[in-house]
C-alpha cells in the first residue's frame, strides 16, 4: 500500500469574505477527517488548510491508495431466534447471512461460521468477517462529499450546469459560489472524483490579472502553494497571506514615520485578508480638514464603508492618512491611490456634514423627540424608557453619593439616549453614546455628565472598560437594570443562542460594576427599586431574574480560574453584596490550604446531614445539660471563639473569620468521637453548642444535636 501526499483544491468565484477562514478551516478538517475515519490516513496525519478568495484547499500527508482490509465481528440475532432446538438455522438467520454476503447453500455450513457469544442475559450469534479497505476513489470521493455538506455556508445559491450527455440539458447545483475547477492529485497522479459537476483534474487559475499563465497546472500534491505562488501570483495560504498583510502594514507605517502606525483591528484585518489574493498596501491621504470630525466617525467610515486601515500618531490620534491593502501591483500606484483618496472623500465629506448639522440642536431640546421612538410594544416608547432610566439611576445615586450625586445621574440618564435621534448615529449606530458625549460637550454641559452620556453602554463587550466617573456607573447600572427587570418582566427571556436584547451582556455588565467598584449596593435591593417605575407593564420576575444574575456570575467566576467547589462555597448564600465576592473567594481558597479544613469540612457536612433529618431546630444551648467533657470542651471553646470569628466576618474580614474557626478541629472531631449525636431521649433538650448568652449563631456556626454517648 503506497503512501503519498494528498491534494484537493475547489476552485470558485468569490467566497463570502467574512467566512473564508471559516470555510477554509472546515473544509480541510472534515475531508482529513473522513479520511482517518475510513484508514486512508493514519491518525496523526499533517493537514494544511489553504483558503483564498477563490479557493479552497486542503493538504494530507501520508493518504494511502489502499486501506488496510479490517477484521469486523457483527452481531446477528439472539440465538433463540437464529437457531431452531434441534439447532438449525432459522430463516432469519439465513436471510441476515445472506445479505451479508455469505454462501447459504449448504445451511449447515453457514450456522458452523456463526459464533456463539454471551450478550446480556443471554447467548446470541455473532459473525466475523474481513471488510475489505476502502480504495482511495471511493474513499476520496466520501470525503469530499461530506466536506461539502458540513461547510458552515452562510447562505446557498444555485446555479446550472450543462449536463454531460448527448441530448442538450441543464442540471442545477447547489453551492455557496458556483464552481469553476477540481484539483484532486495523490502524489502526481489525479484521483478520479466528482463533485457539484466539475471532474477532477491538476491544474487551476491563478489571479485574475497577474498570473503569468492563464492555466496553472500542479504537477505534485507537494508543489501546490509554490507553483500557485510562482505562476499564479497567488497566497493560497490564509494565515500566510495575512502575515504579510501585517509585515507590509507596519512598514508602510514606518516609512511614513513620527510614530505613525496602523489601527489594530483582528476583524478587519481578516475580512481584507479574505479580499485579496496577493496584497500590496499603499499610502493614501485625505484633507486635513475633516480632522475635524470626530475621529471615531472617520475611523468607522474607513474600516466598515471600504476596508482601509487608518493611521494613528504616536499619541493615538488620527492622522490624514490611511492604508490600502490593494489586490494589484501595478509599476505606477499613482493611479491606485488616487482612486482610493476620491472613493473616500465623498464618505468623510458625510460625516463632516452630520456632524456640523446634529451640533446646530442641543440634546436637551432632542428629549421631546424619544417620546415618538418605539422601544417596545409592550414597554412603551424610548421617551417612556428614559424616564424609567431617570428613577432609577436617581434612587441609585441618592444611595452612593446623596443628593448631588442623584441629580447629576438624574441628569445624565435624561440625556444619554438623546443622539438616538442625531444624524450621525442614524448613519452609524456604533457610534450611539459616543456621539452624545461630543454633543453633551459642545453644549457646555460638565465634564462628568458627557463621560456618563458616553459610557453608559459600558461594558459594551467582554474586556471593555467600565464607565470612567461615578456619575456613569449609575447611569450604566440603572440602564442595564431596565432592560433586564423589563425584559424578564414582559417573559421575554434569552433561550439557547438566542438572546437579541443582549440580557446576558447586560447582566455581566452589572456583575462587573457591582464587584470592580466594589459598590456599596444589595443585589436584591437594586431589583427592587427597578421593578416598581414599571408601573403595571410587568409581573414581578426579580427571583427568576436574581437566579439568571447569579448563574452568570458563576460561569464568570469559573472562567476566572476559580474551582466550581470554591464557586459553589461562595454563592451558596446568595451574597448579597457582589463586591465582596472577591475577598470570600480568597477566604475559602486560604480556608482550604489549612490542614484543618478537611475535617472541619467533613464535620460540616455530617451535620448537614443530621439537621436535614430534624423536625425543627432550637438554636439555643443549656449548659446545665452538658454532662461529657467533649460537649463542654466543644461548649466552652465556641465561647471563646465564635464572637471573634463573627467579629471578623462582620468586618468583611472573611479570611481571618474562617482561620478563627478553624482551632475548632480537635473539640468538633473529639465530640464527634465521644459523644452520641440525635440521641432518643426526649428530656434532653440540647439543640446546639452555640452558647445561649451570645445570641443567635452566625451562618458560619456548627449547629447539632448532642447527647452523652450511652444515652
Known sequence: MTAQNLLVELFVEELPPKALNKLGQAFASVLAEQLKAQGLAAADAQ????????????HVTGVLEQAADKAVQQKLMPVAVGLDAAGNASPALLKKLQALGVDVSDPAAAVAACKRAPDGKAQALFYDSVVKGACLQVGLQKALDEALAKLPIPKVMQYQLETDCELPGWSS???????????????????????????????????????????????????????LKRDGSVIASFAERRDEIVRQLQAAATRVGQGARPIEDEALLDEVTALVERPNVLVCQFEKEFLGVPQECLILTMKANQKYFPLLD????????????????????????????????????????????????TLES????????????????????MARVCAIARAIGQQLGGEPLARQAELAARLAKTDLLTDMVGEFPELQGIMGGYYARHDGLPVEIAQAVEDHYKPRFAGDGLPRHPV?????????????VGMFGIGNLPSGDKDPFALRRHALGVIR?????????????LLALATPVFGGKIT??????????????????????????????????RPARLGQIARRLAAVRAFAALPESPALAAANKRIGNILKKA?????????ALLQEQAERALHAAMIKLLPESTAQFEAGDYTASLQTLAALRDPVDAFFDDVMVNAQEMDLPISSVWPVDHGSPPRCALPVFAAPQGG
Open 540 to 573: 414581578d420576575a426579580s427571583q427568576a431574574l436574581a437566579d439568571f444574575i447569579y448563574d452568570r456570575l458563576a460561569g464568570s467566576l469559573r472562567e476566572q480560574d476559580f474551582s466550581a467547589q470554591e464557586v459553589d462555597a461562595v454563592l451558596a448564600l
Open 615 to 623: 423536625d425543627a431546630v432550637d438554636a439555643h444551648v443549656n449548659a
Open 513 to 525: 460594576m457591582l464587584i470592580e467598584k466594589d459598590l456599596a449596593l444589595n443585589l436584591a435591593d
Open 47 to 58: 493537514v494544511t488548510a489553504f483558503a483564498s478568495p477563490r479557493r479552497l484547499a486542503a
Open 472 to 484: 456613569g456607573v449609575v447611569v450604566a447600572l440603572a440602564d442595564k437594570l431596565e432592560t433586564l
Open 173 to 227: 447545483v447547489n453551492f455557496v459560489r458556483p464552481a469553476h475547477s477540481l484539483i484532486a492529485l495523490h502524489g502526481s497522479s489525479v484521483v478520479p472524483v466528482k463533485v457539484l459537476g466539475l471532474s477532477a483534474g491538476n491544474a487551476t487559475q491563478g489571479h485574475r490579472f497577474e498570473a503569468r499563465v492563464s492555466r496553472v497546472v500542479v504537477a505534485h500534491a507537494d508543489q501546490y502553494a509554490q507553483v
Open 314 to 361: 504616536a499619541a493615538g490620534k488620527l492622522t490624514h492618512q490611511f492604508l490600502v491593502v490593494s489586490n494589484i501591483s501595478p509599476q505606477d500606484p499613482s493611479a491606485v491611490i488616487g482612486g482610493n483618496e476620491r472613493v473616500v472623500r465623498p464618505r468623510l465629506a458625510d460625516a463632516k456634514f452630520f456632524f456640523d448639522q446634529d451640533r446646530k440642536k
Open 366 to 385: 432632542r428629549v421631546e423627540g424619544l417620546s415618538k421612538v418605539v422601544y417596545h410594544n409592550k414597554l412603551g416608547t424610548q421617551g417612556e424608557r
